[in-house]
């Protein structure tokens, strides 16, 4: 369900499947261990296309808005427009947006750099 990479000094956590809602705290509570551990690293977050459901969405909101309180950069990749917008769009106004890109590539450059 889930893996992990550092890359360029960007924790890269990519999520294969959506776990439905009876493991979406799971989930939360995977990636948040992880930036805990890692934290100060950015962390990019990958939805695969068999990832990319409700619970997987909801885990990773909850996931920034623990990044947020840590003040730790986060964004998240996924290649369907449907859930860029539905994860823009319920982000949340305080703090940083979270920002989504389509490609992983630019993700982590961008994490870099951001971090650097």
Same mark, same amino acid.
């Given at each position: 369900?889930?893996?992990?990479?550092?890359?360029?000094?960007?924790?890269?956590?990519?999520?294969?499947?959506?776990?439905?809602?009876?493991?979406?705290?799971?989930?939360?509570?995977?990636?948040? &261990?992880?930036?805990?551990?890692?934290? #100060?690293?950015? !962390? *990019?977050?990958?939805?695969?296309?068999? %990832?990319?459901?409700? +619970?997987?969405?909801?885990?990773?909101?909850?996931?920034?808005?623990?990044?947020?309180?840590?003040?730790?950069?986060?964004?998240?990749?996924?290649?369907?427009?449907?859930?860029?917008?539905?994860?823009? &769009?319920?982000?949340?106004?305080?703090? #940083?947006?979270? !920002? *989504?890109?389509?490609?992983?590539?630019? %993700?982590?450059?961008? +994490?870099?750099?951001?971090?650097?």
């Amino acid at each position: 369900m889930l893996s992990h990479t550092l890359e360029h000094g960007v924790l890269v956590i990519t999520v294969g499947q959506d776990p439905g809602i009876d493991g979406r705290a799971t989930l939360t509570t995977r990636i948040t &261990n992880l930036v805990d551990a890692h934290q #100060p690293t950015p !962390v *990019v977050i990958v939805l695969t296309e068999r %990832a990319a459901g409700p +619970a997987s969405v909801s885990a990773v909101l909850r996931a920034h808005q623990w990044c947020r309180r840590l003040g730790v950069l986060m964004c998240v990749v996924t290649h369907s427009a449907p859930v860029r917008r539905l994860l823009e &769009n319920n982000s949340g106004t305080s703090g #940083p947006r979270l !920002v *989504v890109h389509a490609r992983v590539d630019t %993700a982590i450059t961008t +994490a870099f750099t951001a971090a650097a």
